[in-house]
Every structure is written in C-alpha cells, then in structure tokens.
C-alpha cells in the first residue's frame, strides 16, 4: 500500500488523461465546486488527436457530429474547415476549449500515473505519479482512451536495426521528411490505411507488409460548404438530441430493411449510392449487415469488385481483397485513395498473411526468405486496446486486489464506468460501454455527465463511496457478451477481440448493442435509485476538508 507523503496533498478528485474526456470533466468538475488534479503523460492536450500526428492523420466521424455538444456558443463558432476533419485542426480544437474554459491549470503535462491504490481506512484513492508526486483523492476517473498504448511487436532484431523507426500512435512533434527514402510500413488498418497514401508521394519507395487485408471504404471527404455548416449550426439542438438515442451516437442514413429483402440490382444500387456518398455510410445500407452472414456477403463482395476495379495488377487487387472476416466485424477503415496507391510504380504489396516478419536486420527486414532494404520502418500495427492503459498503472482497489488480477479473463465492469471492489474509480468509456463502437465524442459526454452526476448525487445524499454490485456487474457482462454474439463480430480477430495482442483474452470488450440503448438502460438505472450501484456513508471527517 502507497503510504509514505500522501498527507502533504489531497484533493476531491483526480483525473487521469487530458484529452477530450479530462477536458470536459475539468470543466464540469469545477462547475461543481470540486478540488481537482489532472495527470497527463503528453505536453499537451487532446489525447489520441496529440499523439497520432502521422501522415494522413484523420478522423472518420464528420467533424459537425465529433465535436463536443456541451457548450451552445462553442458549437456555434467553432468552424470546421472539412466535412472530416484531418488531425492538426482536431488538435487545434482541443487547445481552443483548453483556452477558452481556462483549462491548462489544472493540468500537469509530461507526467504520468503509475501507480492508484485504495485506502479503505482513508476512503481514498493514493495516487502516485513517474516525478514522485503523491497525491489523496476521494475520486479516482481513468480519462485514459481506448487506444492509447501503442503497440510494436516484438520481432527479432529490433535493436540491431540502424535506420528510424516509427509508430503512427507515437509520431514526432516535428515534419518527418521522407523524401529519397525507401520505407517499410508494417500494419494495414486505419492508421497504415491512412498514412499510406500521403507516404507513397513523399517517399522514393513504400512496402506495405500486409498480415490481413481490410475493407476500406472512401471517405469522399470535401471542404466544409457555408451552406452544410449553417444547417448543422441551425439545427443543432435537435441534431445533438438525436445523435444521443442512436444506434452510434451520430446521425447516419440508416436504412431499415434487411439485405436480402431486396433484388441484387436494387443491391448493388444502394452499395453504389453508398459507396459514393462516403464514409462508413454504405454499412447502414441494410440493417442485418452486421448479423447476417449472407447478407453481409454481398456488401464485402461489392467492396471486392470495387477493389479489383481500382487496382491494376490483378495479383496485387486480389491480394487487398479481404476474405477471412466479415465487412464491418474489423473496424471499418475509411480513406482517401488507399487502393489507387497500389497503381503506383513506387509502392509494393507484401503479403505476410502465412510467412511471419522473420526478423529486422541492422538495414530491414527479413520475411520468407526474401531481404529488404530500408531507410525508415513504419509500424502501424495498433494498440493494446481498452485494458492495456489500466494496466500499465498499478491499481489496486478494497483488500489490494490488482485491477489487472480481477480482469485477467476479461474485463469486468457495470456499464462500463466501474468494477466492483474499486470504490469510487470511475472510468470514461471503459469496456463494456459503447465506446469505440459510436461516436467517442457523444459517448464521452454521456460517461462525464453521469460521473460527475453520480458524485455531485453522493455530496447530496451524504455518501462517501460508491461501486457497482457484483450481480449487477455479474448480469452486465453477460449482456455485454450476448449482444456481441448475436452479431458477426466475435467472427474476426479484431483489436475489439484483444486478438492483436498475444496471450490477451479473447473477448469482444466494447457493448454493441447501440449508444441509444445504452443511454435509455443507463438512465433507466438513475431513475431506478442508481439500480445495481452501492453506496456508503463516510465514518471519516472530508479528506477535501483536512
Ligand atoms: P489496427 O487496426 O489494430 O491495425 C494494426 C495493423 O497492424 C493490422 O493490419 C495488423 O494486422 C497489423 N499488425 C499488428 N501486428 C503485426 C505483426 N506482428 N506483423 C504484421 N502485422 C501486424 O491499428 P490502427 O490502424 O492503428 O487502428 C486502431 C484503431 O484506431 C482503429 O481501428 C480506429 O478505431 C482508430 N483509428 C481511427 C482513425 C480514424 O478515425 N480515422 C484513424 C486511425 C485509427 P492484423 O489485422 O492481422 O492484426
């Protein structure tokens, strides 16, 4: 148990994380009067928008909709130069509501957590950070993101290489110039999927090493028209209203009828208006896509025939065609002339789907028996999704059960806000909430809201510490798990599935069954007297107060 210097500081809350959650629970956390820390390991704010700074860096949720609804003047002003926007401008965005609701001082940047335990005794969290800081708080809120670790694999040789190294979820601050290098980029899903293009102009030649090929859409993306803006402007108090009770937390044109309800032409119409539209659209073409195998066949088969269409070299198209997983089941990926890339004489395919990297040299790689040269290797191979950030700090709830202990089969939580055995550790779209399956701007609003309501409800009622029910964590994650099997989702080996991460349990982690959904049930729990939460009146005088 962290003890030693914990008497100097304390405080009512701390948060963990300054990107788009940490911002806004800043904000309402003061509004309501309380004391608050914010560690943030980056010298900046925005989160996964300050760290993924690579080449072609964008976000695929339209920029009207991923955009925080909790300030009408904010949402009036702020002006988005493109229907999806590209990172800087996303990350000028988090600096201009940092500034604007003067969030900066509560922040300490470069500083990371490292470890969080529960005092029972105290009925506070200890808090320690990677400068030594130790810190007391009645509320611990893990504002972490879901994809925050970064993951390289380890591959043989990585040491010896003698050229630069990156990965996408870790670019440098500064412009990386490739121009005359020959550069490797391993990992094809939206991030690779993104990068390539705009590496494929400035370098003299890019290898994509391909393990699994993806379905990527066109974003079709354009600047943002006066005449689009002033819409949303307009109608923005009902738009957001909607947004919240849907199925993703955006508004989509989702259409109601099952694929197969409809002739293979009338098909192939709506694939087509879809695919044209842009973005992840042609997914809500149907509404048995992501539960019905056939009909989910004739979506991939469509997005195949576009992909030999666009690729020249007939090897190389039927190599990007994906065929071991369903449309969808991986994260869509969404792009700007991803495919085309390949008719260029200075990018190559290599298929790595049945002949592992075998190892990195001091000047490449090594891969079935073939050597490669390179000046700079790319690894956009993903992140330790969801847990792999809670367990990289050292938390310990009632009687000094590790997080990472009680989660080794999976992750266990009521909603995806707390665990049981961890009082008052709040956590903003963690698994077994929508999450990463809806809008992260619209789910996260919702988590901070309800966190701060739950705490503002314990000052009022005089409750000192809360945490889920086992049963009602219990029945949550059964209902996590069955509303994932009753899609096509636990069909592919995903990141939602921890499948990218040896040895982590296959499980799928976010709740799919829809944002509106879980916004009714969580609601519902509110009005139902915080229906499956517990709470405890304080034996001890306020640690804020001491
Ligand atoms: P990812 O989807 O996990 O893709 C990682 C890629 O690296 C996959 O192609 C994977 O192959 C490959 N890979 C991993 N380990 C490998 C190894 N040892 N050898 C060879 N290949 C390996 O990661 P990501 O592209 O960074 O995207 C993660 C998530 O971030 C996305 O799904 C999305 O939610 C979010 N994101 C969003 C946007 C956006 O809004 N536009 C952009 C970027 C990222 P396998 O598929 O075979 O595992």
Request: glycine content about 8%; charged content about 25%.
């Amino acid at each position: 148990m962290l003890q030693n210097g914990f008497k100097s500081r304390s405080v009512d809350v701390v948060v963990v994380g300054a990107g788009f959650s940490g911002l806004y629970l800043i904000h309402r956390l003061r509004n309501e009067g309380y004391s608050l820390r914010v560690f943030e390991r980056g010298d900046g704010v925005g989160g996964t928008w300050y760290w993924n700074r690579y080449p072609g860096a964008r976000c695929d949720v339209e920029s009207m909709q991923y955009s925080y609804s909790f300030d009408e003047e904010l949402q009036q002003d702020w002006h988005w130069p493109e229907k999806f926007s590209a990172q800087p401008d996303i990350l000028a965005y988090a600096n201009h509501v940092a500034d604007r609701f003067d969030l900066r001082r509560d922040i300490e940047f470069d500083t990371s957590v490292t470890a969080a335990h529960f005092d029972e005794a105290a009925e506070c969290w200890l808090v320690e950070t990677d400068k030594g800081e130790k810190v007391s708080a009645r509320y611990l809120i893990m504002a972490t993101g879901c994809i925050s670790t970064a993951q390289i694999p380890e591959i043989e040789g990585l040491s010896e290489y003698s050229g630069n190294t990156y990965h996408t979820g870790r670019w440098p601050h500064e412009k990386v110039d490739f121009t005359g290098q020959r550069i490797a980029v391993i990992g094809t899903g939206s991030s690779g999927i993104q990068a390539i293009p705009v590496l494929a102009k400035e370098a003299t030649h890019v290898t994509v090493f391909q393990r699994t090929a993806n379905y990527s859409l066109p974003a079709q993306n354009m600047s943002m028209t006066p005449e689009y803006e002033q819409e949303w402007k307009d109608e923005y108090t009902a738009r957001r209203m909607e947004m919240r009770y849907t199925p993703q937390g955006s508004l989509k044109d989702l259409n109601d009828e099952p694929a197969m309800a409809v002739s293979a032409d009338r098909r192939r119409e709506v694939y087509t208006e879809r695919w044209t539209t842009g973005g992840s659209t042609l997914l809500g073409s149907f509404n048995n896509l992501l539960s019905d195998q056939k009909s989910n066949d004739t979506a991939a088969e469509f997005v195949r025939q576009k992909i030999r269409k666009i690729v020249k070299d007939s090897e190389t198209a039927e190599l990007l065609c994906p065929k071991d997983h369903p449309i969808g089941t991986k994260r869509i990926c969404i792009d700007s002339g991803y495919y085309q890339t390949f008719n260029r004489d200075n990018v190559e395919l290599v298929d790595i789907k049945n002949s592992v990297i075998e190892r990195i040299t001091e000047t490449g790689l090594d891969v079935n028996g073939r050597s490669f040269e390179f000046d700079s290797i790319v690894f956009a191979t993903g992140f330790d999704a969801m847990t792999g950030t809670l367990f990289n700090v050292d938390i310990r709830g009632r009687g000094d059960q590790a997080l990472k202990d009680k989660w080794f089969a999976g992750p266990r939580t009521y909603l995806g806000l707390m665990s049981e055995a961890f009082p008052n550790m709040f956590m903003i779209t963690g698994p077994g909430s929508p999450s990463v399956k809806g809008n992260m701007l619209n789910s996260l609003e919702q988590h901070v809201d309800f966190v701060i309501d739950s705490i503002v409800h314990m000052r009022e009622q005089g409750f000192a510490m809360m945490e889920p029910t086992r049963e009602a964590e219990d029945e949550w994650v059964d209902h996590v798990q069955e509303a994932a099997n009753r899609t096509l989702f636990p069909r592919a080996n995903s990141w939602y599935m921890g499948a990218n991460i040896p040895g982590k349990p296959r499980l799928f982690m976010p709740y799919i069954g829809g944002v509106g959904r879980y916004r009714r049930i969580s609601e519902k729990i509110v009005e139902n007297d915080y229906d499956g939460f517990s709470f405890k009146a304080s034996t001890k005088p306020s640690i804020a107060a001491e």
